[in-house]
């Protein structure tokens, strides 16, 4: 099936459904259009250019007690200080954006919590978040999520088997990025898919590391992000922690690998995202697993 000709089916929407985000509309102000931008109110997909806090913000308003069953979170690193890294062999500078730059400690923290505080109050009460990094962020995430009463539930290390190499040859080889896993607050009952993961890892408990290649090729067809995650990975702590049909958010939605993974799984999904270019390269990845759904469903 064409997505012309999906397009059709599309008119038949429910806009009177309290959990549709097709009305949800929002003032421009200095910092974004904060529009909708994509929308597919039949597989449940909705991404907003916007910036993040004045978006969630506005959710809250809207969903006071809680709207969404998880939320995937890919914050800034700020790790883009003019460093060297190692890019298909050669030496690059380590610049992922404006937006990745460190404002030192104090005021990076400050926004964690900012982000984090709007995502806690976003969560169902038995919702969960998980928030990846590095060395230079993960820290702060973990501690603002302690100040905020959340309940960590696991810190996941994602190994990668093939790195790029140390090239000041003055440090251990980074290989990995720790994913936290955390409960709205000490009360809530998470849910937790665990026949499903041991399933899926040969009838064993399935360990808190865990080994995933960066993004295949395959993955980057219509663009990529500098700081993308591969589908494996993001589909593993959707299918651990959420049922089919529930609502996922992913306030930092970069090329919208979550999206592409609630799409896969059935799931529904809201991304934010700032920058025209990951909107543009966001809409064609949507649009493709939209279509590949449809198209193994017929």
């Given at each position: 099936m064409k997505?012309?000709?999906?397009?059709?089916?599309?008119?038949?929407?429910?806009?009177?459904?309290?959990?549709?985000?097709?009305?949800?509309v929002i003032k421009k102000s200095k910092l974004s259009d904060n529009k909708l931008v994509y929308q597919n109110s039949q597989q449940g997909i909705w991404l907003y250019q916007a910036n993040c806090l004045e978006f969630m913000d506005k959710l809250?308003?809207?969903?006071?007690?809680?709207i969404f069953d998880m939320i995937f979170a890919d914050p800034p690193y700020f790790l883009s200080n003019g460093g060297i890294t190692c890019q298909?062999?050669?030496?690059?500078?380590v610049h992922k954006g404006d937006w990745d730059k460190s404002k030192g400690a104090e005021v990076n923290h400050a926004f964690n919590l900012e982000w984090?505080?709007?995502?806690?109050?976003?969560l169902n009460p038995n919702g969960t978040i998980w928030v990846s990094g590095t060395q230079h962020v993960i820290f702060s995430i973990g501690y603002a999520m302690q100040q905020l009463?959340?309940?960590?539930?696991?810190?996941?290390?994602?190994?990668?088997?093939?790195?790029?190499p140390n090239l000041s040859c003055r440090y251990f080889t980074h290989s990995t990025?720790?994913?936290?896993?955390?409960?709205?607050?000490e009360k809530s009952k998470h849910l937790f898919n665990y026949a499903d993961m041991r399933k899926e890892n040969g009838d064993k408990q399935m360990k808190n590391v865990w080994r995933f290649t960066a993004p295949a090729k395959d993955e980057k067809n219509f663009g990529?992000?500098?700081?993308?995650?591969p589908i494996k990975l993001v589909e593993r702590c959707i299918l651990a922690s959420t049922n089919p049909q529930d609502l996922i958010l992913d306030p930092f939605n970069g090329s919208s690998t979550t999206g592409v993974c609630s799409i896969k799984h059935g799931r529904k999904y809201v991304g934010i995202e700032l920058e025209r270019e990951y909107i543009?390269?966001?809409i064609k990845r949507l649009d493709s697993e939209i279509i590949s759904k449809l198209n193994q469903g017929n």
């Open positions: 997505l012309a000709e999906y397009a059709v089916k599309e008119k038949i929407i429910n806009l009177n459904n309290e959990n549709s985000f097709d009305n949800l809250i308003e809207k969903y006071p007690n809680g298909t062999g050669k030496m690059v500078s984090l505080k709007r995502c806690q109050a976003l009463g959340m309940k960590i539930l696991n810190d996941i290390i994602w190994e990668k088997p093939n790195p790029p990025e720790t994913i936290l896993w955390a409960a709205k607050n990529k992000h500098p700081t993308q995650k543009d390269l966001s």
